[in-house]
């Protein structure tokens, strides 16, 4: 394979988990830097850094339709945001001292877990939607667009969802994909905001989660320009491609693909891992 095949290939592959990404909320990096690693060979650190320019691309593409729709609660992201790029910066620096191998087996887990969890049954979530006393003081209660008009939502446990990114932060800089699987689990399941309105405003969050955390890999030497180029360029594509469908498409749809693709990189991954293929 010659440098423009791969090119572009990469560019492509991209184009897919860029959509995908947008789709679910996760960031292109759930899924390319498993393709970067496992299916292009790429060393995983600088599979990471080219990740993270794409998250950026990912977040700037998807986010902007996203606000203008009505989706996004800026609110609840600027707030949150302040607890992930701490994380971001504690992420990336563990990541520069640990095996490529051990990173590539908590990735697996790390999503492995991601997938069980966005499958759970809503029955299993509390009924009570009283509003959390720190949400009304923040005023980070709203409404989304519905096909029935606006439908407010309250948000809940604002402490727990706080600790969580900063979770998701650290997830961000070690493993390179925006953290948007947790964010979003954090949004959705703990705080209890509905799907659509968390993977919205995990997409606006995710570009400067990853924005804080590539400062440190370029410093390390770890982004390669001649493969974050394609990679940036078809990531953003397919971003826009998926931020036009997402707003017809069903919840229980997104679930369903959320956990497919996720559980099956997975599997994948903590494998190569196991066995030093990465």
Do not use: C, W
């Not at 909320?25 to 850094?49: E, M, N, Q, S, T």
């Not at 504690?90 to 999503?111: C, D, P």
């Not at 969802?161 to 949004?187: E, H, R, W």
């Amino acid at each position: 394979m010659n440098t423009l095949e791969f090119t572009v290939l990469v560019g492509l592959g991209s184009l897919g988990a860029g959509f995908l990404g947008s789709l679910t909320g996760l960031g292109g990096g759930v899924v390319l830097v498993p393709l970067l690693a496992l299916a292009f060979g790429v060393d995983i650190r600088y599979a990471i850094g080219a990740s993270l320019i794409s998250v950026i691309a990912t977040s700037s593409g998807a986010a902007a339709a996203y606000v203008k729709e009505g989706y996004s609660n800026i609110r609840i992201g600027m707030f949150l945001e302040m607890a992930t790029a701490f994380g971001a910066l504690v992420g990336a620096s563990v990541a520069t001292r640990v095996s490529t191998a051990a990173i590539a087996v908590i990735f697996g887990v790390v999503l492995l877990y991601s997938a069980y969890l966005s499958n759970r049954s809503p029955r299993e979530r509390q009924s009570d939607d009283q509003p959390d006393p720190l949400a009304t003081l923040l005023k980070m209660d709203a409404s989304y667009p519905t096909p029935d008009g606006p439908r407010p939502y309250h948000v809940h446990a604002v402490p727990a969802g706080f600790s969580l990114m900063f979770v998701a932060g650290a997830l961000s800089g070690l493993l390179g994909i925006g953290s948007g699987a947790v964010k979003v689990l954090a949004m959705d399941q703990a705080m209890h905001i509905p799907f659509k309105v968390s993977t919205t405003t995990s997409n606006f969050m995710i570009g400067v989660t990853a924005a804080a955390s590539a400062g440190v890999y370029l410093s390390r030497g770890y982004i390669d320009p001649g493969l974050a180029m394609p990679v940036m360029l078809g990531v953003l594509v397919g971003a826009l491609l998926g931020a036009r469908i997402l707003i017809r498409t069903q919840t229980r749809l997104l679930r369903v693909i959320f956990g497919l693709i996720i559980a099956a990189l997975a599997i994948e991954m903590i494998y190569n891992g196991l066995t030093g293929r990465l």
